[in-house]
């Protein structure tokens, strides 16, 4: 993939990025996000607290979260190379991913070169790209990075993007509300930089975005993991 990228930005330019990112990944009316960025910032957003009271704790490896009973929790894992996992139809499920400060950039370390300084920049480079707005590798690099790192939302017809800060947490957050159920992917970082990544998916409908901030205003790192 990265010298076909090169060869089209040697031969072609931005023209034939942009072509290459919309056959091989998908068009705009095919997945909006990637022609989306975040459009509003929340500050500490109101929380629910009369749902989180009948919240369940769940503690797996390095995360513990509280999240509605009707809800299957899984943990997921990312070894060296992050591919885009598919998941299964089971109904309200919220997946649960943890990675350890600096771990993006690890990933990728010539990113260093461009700037950035952490992972909640990387986000807020990923998050922010569009595939419209590519002019040279870095833009079409995020954008790929973009569509590997959002899982499905659903029909999209009304996909939001959001920056928040919520207490000690900040973050990146995408959600999608449709007619056949609501898909919420949160992108956390607390203030020591560890990462998490919570997808609710909502087939019953149930969640809405103060509901959800309750639930990311509970993910924390388990003592001691």
């Known amino acids: 993939m990265i010298l076909a ?43 629910d ?3 989180l009271s009948n919240f369940v704790t769940y503690s797996l490896d390095e995360i513990t979260i509280e999240v509605p009973r009707i809800f299957t929790v899984i943990k997921e894992h990312m070894r060296k190379a992050y591919y885009k996992k598919k ?3 089971k ?10 400060p600096g771990f993006f950039l690890n990933l990728f370390p010539k990113l260093k070169k461009k700037g950035l300084t952490d992972d909640y920049e990387f986000f807020n480079r990923t998050m922010s790209a569009q595939t419209f707005q590519i002019q040279n590798m870095t833009d079409t690099f995020f954008v790929i990075m973009k569509s590997i790192f959002v899982p499905n939302l659903g029909e999209q017809k009304n996909v939001r993007m959001i920056i928040f800060q919520s207490g000690d947490k900040k ?12 898909y919420f992917d949160c ?31 509970t993910v924390r790192k388990t003592p001691g993991s």
């Open 49 to 51: 607290m009369r749902a």
């Open 171 to 182: 973050g990146f957050l995408n959600y999608s509300l449709g007619d056949t159920g609501n």
């Open 87 to 89: 998941h299964k139809d």
């Open 5 to 47: 990228l090169v060869f089209a930005f040697e031969f072609g330019g931005p023209a034939i990025l942009k072509s290459y990112i919309e056959i091989g990944i998908g068009r705009c009316e095919k997945l909006p996000i990637l022609c989306k960025a975040p459009e509003e910032k929340w500050v500490d957003p109101a929380l």
């Open 187 to 217: 992108n956390v970082f607390n203030a020591q930089q560890d990462f998490f990544k919570i997808y609710i998916v909502d087939k019953s409908m149930t969640l809405d975005l103060n509901k959800v901030f309750t639930i990311i205003s």
């Open 91 to 100: 109904g309200d499920v919220i997946y649960l991913l943890y990675q350890k």
